[in-house]
């Protein structure tokens, strides 16, 4: 199996930063792309940020300019550096990852369970 477990998020004021983790594990051969979603109350899913294995990102129009994502291919890992933060930026923010099962080399679209980031006004 394979696992996403994010960690990092909390309750900052308008204005602030905070900067969230994602690390891979289990059975994997290897990671495509690796990305953040976030799901306010009320509304669907919605990209924030991607990275491919080979370091190109892609951002939101909300995000642009604030947010930045980078990963460590050797740990697995991928981050989300957040700053200037919007109370619209409230939302749960989720971890997703292409990742390549070993032997059968089967490719599985893994989800985090979800870390909550509330900003204050």
């Known amino acids: 199996q394979v696992q996403l477990v994010e960690s990092g998020g909390g309750l900052v004021q308008a204005g602030g930063s905070l900067r969230l983790s994602c690390v891979a594990s289990g059975s994997i051969f290897s990671i495509n792309a690796m990305g953040w979603y976030r799901q306010a109350p009320g509304n669907e899913r919605a990209l924030v940020a991607t990275?491919?294995?080979?370091?190109?990102?892609n951002y939101a129009d909300s995000v642009k300019g604030r947010f930045t994502i980078s990963r460590d291919s050797a740990k697995n890992t991928v981050y989300l550096q957040m700053t200037s933060l919007k109370p619209e930026d409230t939302a749960v923010y989720y971890c997703?990852?292409?990742?390549?099962?070993?032997?059968?080399?089967?490719?599985?679209?893994?989800w985090g369970q979800g870390t909550l980031v509330t900003v204050s006004s």
């Open positions: 990275v491919t294995s080979g370091g190109s990102t």
């Open positions: 997703n990852a292409g990742v390549v099962k070993p032997y059968s080399y089967r490719y599985l679209d893994v």
